[in-house]
């Protein structure tokens, strides 16, 4: 069983893959500054899924580089997952410099304790925003990313350029994930399914951006889990056919990849709105308005090269999904239909 270090380990996506790591007996080192962004309560109720003597917390930033240089000196972790990240398309217009803080400083930090603890394997998360302004359809990892339409978007390929560079310099093994839209039980309160749902038990009218001409490429959480559990084992490696003068972006001749997690499968977004008023057994008051800056009118993930690497893509379909968030929704929050 492995060492594993995971920033954001009481975020949506950290808490639920350290419980799966913790299941298969792994120890697992969780990081979280427990902000508030969006009630910390959440937060704190994932930790406590996480009650295992094989699971040790350190509550501090990223860009708290003595804290982060002690933690990988105690605990020496082999494997480094980090899911920590000033999230959010649209926050990133209010506080530009929360983003700078978390994913560019903190992100250093992070690389330059893999570099002085012989780290195995970093994963780290990217996003499907730095695809920004391309319309090519999927989203191919060999795409040119040159043109984020968000500073959240900017800063995620920053991580994947920093990430390549330590690749270079140090021979870390680094993997970028690419995740799109990311949704299930115990998501964030700022995404779509969790406003929508509130809105919609509560009668009150829910924001649909792009007058609902929207399409996203929606990916269950346990899908995004398993994708990531079996690239743990699956370190970046060098690309031998990697050439200068026409670059794969998405690998290297250093130990370096790039992989979308998506569901290869964009939804409506009125297709998504009536699978929860399917569930809830109710019909949404809507409120159409434009697209918002930063967004992105379509997601559409081209996952064939992580099938190639780990024979999984997600797969859940978005009836399935959201019903399995409705269900939690509604138990956690004591509401009765």
Same mark, same amino acid.
């Given at each position: 069983?492995?060492?594993?270090?995971?920033?954001?380990?009481?975020?949506?996506?950290? &808490?639920?893959? #350290?419980?799966?790591?913790?299941?298969?007996?792994?120890?697992?080192?969780?990081?979280?500054?427990?902000?508030?962004?969006? /009630?910390?309560?959440?937060?704190?109720?994932?930790?406590?899924?996480? #009650?295992?003597?094989?699971?040790?917390? @350190?509550?501090?930033?990223?860009?708290?580089?003595? %804290?982060?240089?002690? *933690?990988?000196?105690?605990?020496?972790?082999?494997?480094?997952?980090?899911?920590?990240?000033?999230?959010?398309?649209?926050?990133?217009?209010?506080?530009?410099? *929360?983003?700078?803080?978390?994913? @560019?400083?903190?992100?250093?930090?992070?690389?330059?304790?893999?570099?002085?603890?012989?780290?195995?394997?970093?994963?780290?998360? &990217?996003?499907?925003?730095?695809?920004?302004?391309?319309? &090519?359809?999927?989203?191919?990892?060999?795409?040119?990313?040159?043109?984020?339409?968000?500073?959240?978007?900017? $800063?995620?390929?920053?991580?994947?350029?920093?990430?390549?560079?330590?690749?270079?310099?140090?021979?870390?093994?680094?993997?970028?994930?690419?995740?799109? $839209?990311?949704?299930?039980? +115990?998501?964030?309160? /700022?995404?779509?399914?969790?406003?929508? $749902?509130?809105?919609?038990?509560? /009668?009150?009218?829910?924001?649909? !951006?792009?007058?609902?001409?929207?399409?996203?490429?929606?990916?269950?959480?346990?899908?995004?889990?398993?994708?990531?559990?079996?690239?743990?084992?699956?370190? *970046?490696? &060098?690309?031998?056919? +990697?050439?200068?003068?026409?670059?794969?972006?998405? #690998?290297?001749?250093?130990?370096?990849?790039?992989? %979308?997690?998506?569901?290869?499968?964009?939804?409506?977004?009125? /297709?998504?709105?009536? *699978?929860?008023?399917?569930?809830?057994?109710?019909?949404?008051?809507?409120?159409?308005?434009?697209?918002?800056?930063?967004?992105?009118?379509?997601?559409?993930?081209?996952?064939?090269?992580?099938?190639?690497?780990?024979? !999984?893509?997600?797969?859940?379909?978005?009836? #399935?999904?959201?019903?399995?968030?409705?269900? +939690?929704?509604?138990?956690?929050?004591?509401?009765?239909?």
């Amino acid at each position: 069983m492995s060492k594993i270090l995971i920033t954001g380990a009481a975020g949506f996506i950290g &808490s639920r893959l #350290s419980k799966r790591l913790l299941h298969e007996g792994h120890e697992v080192i969780g990081i979280d500054n427990l902000n508030d962004y969006y /009630d910390p309560t959440l937060k704190e109720d994932r930790l406590k899924q996480l #009650s295992n003597d094989n699971f040790f917390f @350190i509550k501090t930033d990223l860009e708290n580089n003595k %804290n982060i240089n002690q *933690a990988f000196e105690k605990y020496q972790p082999k494997i480094v997952i980090n899911l920590a990240a000033q999230a959010g398309v649209r926050y990133s217009l209010e506080n530009p410099h *929360a983003y700078i803080n978390s994913n @560019i400083v903190g992100f250093t930090n992070i690389l330059e304790a893999c570099r002085h603890n012989k780290v195995k394997h970093l994963i780290y998360a &990217s996003s499907s925003s730095v695809y920004g302004a391309n319309e &090519s359809k999927p989203f191919s990892t060999n795409d040119n990313i040159d043109h984020p339409l968000s500073l959240y978007a900017a $800063t995620k390929k920053s991580n994947e350029l920093m990430a390549h560079t330590y690749s270079h310099l140090y021979g870390i093994p680094t993997t970028g994930l690419r995740f799109f $839209t990311v949704y299930g039980p +115990w998501g964030r309160p /700022d995404m779509a399914l969790f406003l929508f $749902t509130k809105a919609i038990v509560n /009668d009150q009218p829910i924001d649909v !951006f792009n007058h609902g001409n929207m399409m996203r490429d929606f990916t269950y959480v346990e899908d995004i889990v398993e994708s990531i559990n079996r690239l743990i084992e699956k370190p *970046a490696e &060098s690309n031998p056919n +990697w050439s200068g003068e026409n670059p794969d972006p998405s #690998s290297s001749y250093a130990p370096y990849r790039v992989y %979308n997690i998506g569901n290869n499968s964009p939804v409506r977004l009125m /297709d998504f709105i009536e *699978a929860i008023e399917k569930k809830i057994g109710k019909t949404a008051q809507k409120n159409f308005l434009p697209l918002q800056a930063g967004d992105v009118p379509e997601t559409y993930a081209d996952v064939e090269d992580l099938f190639r690497t780990i024979n !999984f893509k997600p797969q859940t379909s978005i009836q #399935s999904g959201v019903n399995d968030f409705i269900d +939690w929704y509604l138990d956690y929050y004591g509401v009765k239909l």
